[in-house]
């Protein structure tokens, strides 16, 4: 069925076509691009709750700013479908998410108006002050700058950088805090207590009414908004404000909370603050998932991205499956931790904003004391970890592998250098699909196997994944610790199997062969068996070896895998630059072997979304491209004896 744009918003291919519409149509604007973003979202799966959340303030925003010369940031860009609809990408937007269709996220070669490409959070301060010196720099002063922010991403270190140095850059910049009180789970941290103390407080909100009283005037005044601004300044300053208020301690002129669903109010403020120079923050209050009951009612986190439903009944659907399967690695984590926690009082888990997506929400709820959500805040996350191991415990601290790349330098310096026992475990390692290149679990092989003391490892199913959890843990092979494994499920179905530890440093033979070898690295390696049947098939006895471990690797195997076979394939879900493939061919250099080595994996480019099947066919490291290239190598030999 086709989604059709209510009567309005049929009308708005850019934010000229919305600045033609009056002040008073902008509600029933809002109430349309909601509908919409409801009708797409229900059929085609994507972000949802946070992108309800800012309908108002995407249509006020567009309304108010000369977009694109004016620079809007949204941070995370998981809330800017609003934004990409009214931007010219209305009736491209049922593409959302699919290979080759529009980003997810904001996307600097997608449009003009994506002022900044995202996908991580808490990047939209630092980068619209950069943006906003940058103008000023040029002598473009009528340019402003808009940072659209959560408070959850606030909550992070990069966020608190950009107002540090925002605060004295005296540049044309506006930070909107969009405070919902939601991460993708609960927000936490003495921000986000802060914030609600400073919603609901009443001496606070006397002496903010007093300057929107003041600040009111500024429209009236026009030209003289300058001097208004300056009153303004005063009253707060002689107010308690200055004293209590976190961001006016920044420098930053702080007005609000507004309630950010009213659009016309929306408007007028953010009309009034163009005139104000120097950084402001403007804390508008919201609601995720606002104008669709289910989500308004219903868990926040569940509407956060809740796949495809019935916009009419709000139900989720699931497909339930004939025959049981084979669970997702995250929960395989999940109640793997428990499992292991119970029988070692060492063990505790870290999590930076993602309880539910990694799974450690359930240790969350099972062991309060000993699991922690520390918010959006990776790079603390390890050197906490870090710091709870000097003691001797021993985390286990789950980060998304994209979002690790921000915590590096606590890995090299906090983990490593201290030579300390700490379990990173890598979730969405590898090409994640439908949330592309800001989320693929890309480098993460080649950036933890070069720095020495590290432990590089990846389960090919769900018994590997518990047996190097339980390996990790022990005590004689206390060392820093990687294990990465992809977003989604594994193959097995009976996998609660008795943990069973596993030599540090060894691979395994999946399946014995003649004429080739393939060596994989986590769960690719099952499109690696599948690949060695076909190649029976085809007359080619592939043998399968199961890495294991990137670091150490298993010399011991690879000797024996180079002394008898001139014709290897390595495969990995990571790039193929200095991934185990390279690590492979060092080997091969360095102990004289000479066997034909091609490696399959991520090349060396920007690998956009799509599903993860699409991807890795595109990329060419399925079975197929295994099959193909293992026939290639074949079909070279063959081509050199006849020559
Ligand atoms: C560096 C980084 N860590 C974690 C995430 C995962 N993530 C995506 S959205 C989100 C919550 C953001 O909360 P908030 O900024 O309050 O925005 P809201 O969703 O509430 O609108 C998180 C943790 C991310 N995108 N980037």
């Not at 959006?376 to 000097?390: D, K, R, Y």
């Not at 298993?554 to 879900?573: C, N, P």
């Not at 699409?614 to 295994?626: G, H, I, K, P, T």
Request: hydrophobic share 40%; charged share 25%.
């Amino acid at each position: 069925m086709e989604i059709k744009p209510g009567p309005l918003l049929s009308q708005i291919n850019s934010p000229d076509d919305l600045k033609k519409f009056k002040e008073e149509d902008l509600p029933q604007i809002a109430f349309e691009l909601r509908d919409y973003i409801i009708d797409l979202v229900s059929k085609k799966g994507g972000h949802f709750g946070a992108s309800l959340g800012v309908v108002e303030l995407t249509v006020a925003l567009h309304y108010v700013f000369n977009t694109p010369k004016d620079q809007l940031v949204w941070d995370v860009g998981h809330q800017a479908y609003g934004h990409k609809i009214l931007t010219g990408r209305r009736d491209t937007f049922h593409t959302n998410r699919i290979y080759k269709g529009l980003s997810g996220f904001p996307k600097r070669k997608e449009s003009p108006y994506d002022a900044m490409g995202v996908g991580h959070s808490s990047t939209s301060i630092s980068a619209a002050l950069g943006m906003a010196v940058a103008n000023k720099h040029k002598g473009e002063l009528d340019t402003q700058h808009i940072a659209v922010i959560g408070d959850g991403a606030m909550t992070a270190g990069l966020a608190f950088e950009g107002l540090n140095h925002g605060g004295v850059a005296n540049t044309n910049m506006i930070v909107i805090l969009n405070d919902n009180c939601m991460s993708i789970d609960p927000n936490v941290g003495a921000l986000k207590e802060y914030l609600t103390d400073i919603s609901t407080s009443h001496t606070y909100n006397k002496v903010k009414d007093e300057v929107w009283n003041l600040l009111g005037k500024i429209s009236k005044f026009g030209p003289n908004a300058q001097e208004i601004a300056a009153r303004v300044e005063n009253a707060v300053k002689h107010s308690l404000l200055k004293n209590s208020n976190y961001f006016e301690s920044l420098q930053w002129r702080y007005f609000g909370p507004i309630d950010g669903h009213d659009t016309i109010r929306v408007k007028k403020v953010l009309e009034d603050l163009k005139d104000i120079p120097g950084p402001k923050i403007l804390h508008c209050l919201t609601t995720k998932g606002k104008g669709y009951v289910p989500a308004e009612e219903g868990s926040p986190t569940t509407w956060h991205a809740p796949g495809l439903f019935n916009k009419e009944t709000g139900e989720i659907v699931k497909v339930v499956p004939k025959t049981p399967q084979p669970p997702k690695f995250q929960d395989v984590f999940g109640h793997s931790i428990i499992e292991l926690a119970e029988k070692n009082n060492k063990i505790m888990g870290v999590t930076p904003a993602m309880p539910s997506g990694s799974s450690l929400k359930f240790m969350m709820e099972a062991m309060p004391d000993r699991a922690f959500d520390v918010g959006i805040a990776e790079q603390h996350a390890v050197t906490f970890s870090a710091g709870l191991a000097t003691q001797g415990l021993i985390p286990f601290c789950n980060i998304y592998s994209s979002f690790m790349q921000r915590a590096y330098d606590s890995v090299v310096h906090d983990v490593a250098i201290q030579d300390l026992h700490v379990v990173m475990c890598l979730d969405r390692a590898g090409l994640v699909g439908a949330d592309g290149p800001t989320h693929h679990g890309a480098y993460d092989i080649p950036y933890m196997r070069c720095i020495p003391n590290m432990i590089v490892s990846s389960p090919m199913n769900e018994t590997e994944l518990r047996d190097l959890m339980y390996t990790g843990q022990l005590d004689k092979n206390a060392a820093p610790w990687v294990i990465r494994y992809p977003r989604g499920s594994g193959v097995m179905t009976d996998w609660k199997k008795p943990f069973k530890e596993i030599k540090v440093g060894t691979g395994r033979k999946v399946k014995a062969g003649e004429d080739l070898a393939i060596l994989s690295f986590g769960p690719i390696g099952n499109l690696a068996s599948d690949a060695c049947k076909t190649l029976e098939e085809k007359g080619i006895s592939a043998a399968h070896y199961d890495m294991r471990f990137a670091k150490p690797l298993d010399e011991v195997m690879l000797h024996e895998i180079f002394g008898k076979f001139d014709k290897v394939i390595t495969v990995e879900d990571g790039c193929i630059d200095g991934g185990i493939g390279s690590a492979i061919v060092e080997f091969m250099a360095d102990h004289g072997y000479a066997s034909k080595v091609k490696r399959l994996g991520i090349p060396d480019r920007i690998v956009e979304h799509g599903s993860q099947k699409e991807l890795y066919r595109e990329c060419n490291y399925d079975a197929q491209a295994m099959v193909e290239t293992a026939e290639v190598l074949f079909s070279k030999k063959a081509h050199t004896l006849a020559g």
